[in-house]
């Protein structure tokens, strides 16, 4: 059992991310879908989280708290999924290397417990960092 | 009474599936059901009803609350931030038809704007590598018909393309594919065992960020070559097995998605893909072909390229077309904070850019032409909410194999809702008066 752990970052396309976009970004369920970490079983136990617990997630470029969930697409040790959506971008470099697309996949993070700190809706994550005032 | 329309397109993803039912009330004003459609294609549809919707322009105010405008206002302030500005970005184009976006042209033009779509954060780097080597494709009617060996590397569409599978590429039954699934073998690299990869007859679980070296073993393993034990977290004897499933096929299709395009090697990775499947064709018939994510992406790639010669990342504010991605490219340019304005129409930046790059967004003048509610339009200055194209309007679209569909219309929009290419229109001519071109 450990404080934190480093796990490699992908992001990406899930069947439920698709329809809670859909269904409106500004709703409750586009949380459920995609501020979330899917993460494999062993290193759930490494870091010592039951499922469904809050964690902040942090790399180079920023951090985003979100909700630990076993991995439904696994065995995948070592490698950690954000679908894509503003929280997996809260953390991701904007660096393209000259090509136009940053590296989405394959950001170095380090993941810990944060049980008390509540994982934010899309639009109030995106406007918070970027301090819009909403009236 | 109700009425059934058939053969209706979903506008979801670039599967663009032509088989969709549709009822609607009599008078054509209520979507009631929809049949054939996956999860996400009805979700499409049924969110047009939804009794929550924005149906008119809203202007922030200066204490962050919203205004509400008429569509006439929302077009003076567009066209006004476009002539003021002097590097607009216009940005998005994939989730409306190819009308609008060739409308959108004509406004970039004008305003000498860079114009880029979602390619840049899906398969810019696909076209990258395009432009490097070529593409050796086909159409999915060819792989429905002929395909009997189906890779799908790095994309997963299971979730992304839900009917791709059941339409086109493992399960129909074809005319020299006439036993469906079991004349065919499925073969998934992927580092997650996806629930694509699942149903593989033999999935690589490649080390994420190393699809480089895995192709390059591939075209190794393939002439027989010398290979190390272990390559990319795969055994060399699997490879070795990988290469000669691939080979003993008679038509063979190399589908591939953002777990290329977006790992470090980028482009590379491409190139690579697509040196593969010219090394298979020396042993049978090959093709690749990108999964392409947005419903029109594909088509604005189209447009632009007939319009201005590229597919996206285009620069106009020296008055003519340049493209170099890295430099022309939107994430460039707004990490560089040289975008003084910013128009984003049919997409999410606000969800799907890297945060810093939304922030530079944030900073500046901006409108977002959406039916939906977006951290894009969360973000925007002016939200101009349109018809739903594809529901509430028709307009040709293109699906991922270049194949042009016209989309239809459904239902009608709300009343009092325009459609994104009428609203563009009177962007136009507006923009035309202030910068007094004829
Ligand atoms: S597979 Fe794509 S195009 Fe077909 S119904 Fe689903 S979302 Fe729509």
């Known amino acids: 059992m450990a404080n934190s752990i480093s796990v490699n970052l992908i992001s990406g396309r899930t069947i439920q991310q698709g329809v809670a976009i859909e269904s409106g970004k500004e709703k409750p369920s586009y949380r459920t879908a995609c501020g979330i970490i899917e993460m494999d079983s062993t290193d759930l136990k490494k870091l010592g989280a039951w499922k469904n617990t809050n964690v902040k997630v942090t790399t180079d470029y920023g951090s985003v708290i979100v909700k630990a969930v076993e991995a439904t697409q696994g065995p995948h040790p070592g490698v950690a999924f954000i679908p894509m959506g503003p929280w997996a971008n809260s953390v991701v470099s904007d660096n393209t290397y000259s090509t136009g697309m940053p590296t989405f996949k394959g950001t170095p993070a380090k993941v810990e417990i944060a049980m008390n700190e509540p994982v934010l809706l899309g639009i109030e994550l995106v406007q918070k960092q970027c301090g819009v005032k909403v009236g | 009474m109700t009425k059934v329309i058939t053969d209706v397109i979903c506008p979801f993803c670039g599967t663009l599936c032509d088989d969709i039912e549709v009822t609607v009330s009599d008078d054509g004003k209520k979507l009631l059901e929809v049949a054939n459609a996956c999860v996400i294609g009805t979700e499409k549809f049924l969110h047009s009803q939804s009794s929550d919707r924005v ?190 499933t691939l080979k003993s096929g008679r038509f063979g299709i190399i589908f591939f998605g953002m777990g290329v395009t977006q790992s470090l090697s980028k482009n590379h990775n491409i190139d690579e893909a697509i040196a593969l499947t010219k090394d298979l064709n020396e042993y049978t018939k090959y093709s690749i072909m990108p999964m392409r994510g947005h419903y029109n992406v594909t088509g604005s790639g189209e447009v632009f390229a ?98 042009p569909i016209d989309c239809r219309k459904v239902v009608e929009p709300p009343q009092g809702m325009i459609t994104d290419e009428a609203f563009l229109i009177m962007v136009r001519d507006r923009l035309k008066k202030l910068k007094g071109v004829a």
């Open chain 2, 55 to 244: 149906m008119k322009p809203r202007l922030r105010q200066d204490d962050g609350s919203w205004k509400e405008i008429s569509y006439e206002d929302a077009a003076d302030y567009t066209a006004k931030l476009l002539a003021k500005a002097k590097k607009p970005l216009m940005y998005g184009w994939s989730s409306t038809n190819c009308e609008a976006q060739s409308v959108g042209n004509e406004i970039a033009e004008i305003a000498k704007a860079c114009c880029d779509n979602t390619a840049a954060v899906c398969h810019g780097t696909t076209l990258i590598a395009v432009q490097d080597i070529g593409l050796p494709t086909c159409t999915l009617g060819e792989v429905k018909n002929r395909a009997d060996r189906v890779i799908f590397w790095g994309c997963n569409p299971a979730h992304a393309h839900p009917r791709h599978m059941s339409r086109y590429s493992i399960f129909p039954r074809g005319f020299f594919t006439g036993k469906g699934q079991m004349s065919r073998k499925l073969v998934v690299v992927d580092p997650r065992c996806t629930d694509t990869a699942k149903m593989a007859d033999m999935h690589l679980q490649v080390e994420q960020g190393r699809d480089y070296e895995l192709l390059n073993a591939l075209r190794i393993a393939l002439k027989g070559e010398w290979l190390p034990d272990v390559v990319a977290g795969i055994p060399s004897e699997k490879i070795r097995e990988a290469a000669d």
């Open chain 2, 306 to 403: 007939w319009q201005f010669g590229f597919p996206y990342s285009v620069d106009l504010t020296r008055g003519f077309a340049r493209y170099n991605p890295g430099d022309t490219s939107s994430i460039d340019l707004l990490a560089r904070g040289e975008v003084d304005a910013m128009f984003t129409i049919g997409s999410d930046p606000g969800a799907h850019f890297p945060i810093s790059a939304v922030k530079a967004i944030a900073n500046v003048d901006s409108v977002c032409i959406d039916p939906h509610l977006t951290p894009t339009s969360g973000v925007s200055k002016l939200h101009v909410p349109v018809a739903f194209n594809g529901v509430e309007c028709g307009g040709n679209c293109y699906r991922m194999d270049n194949v």
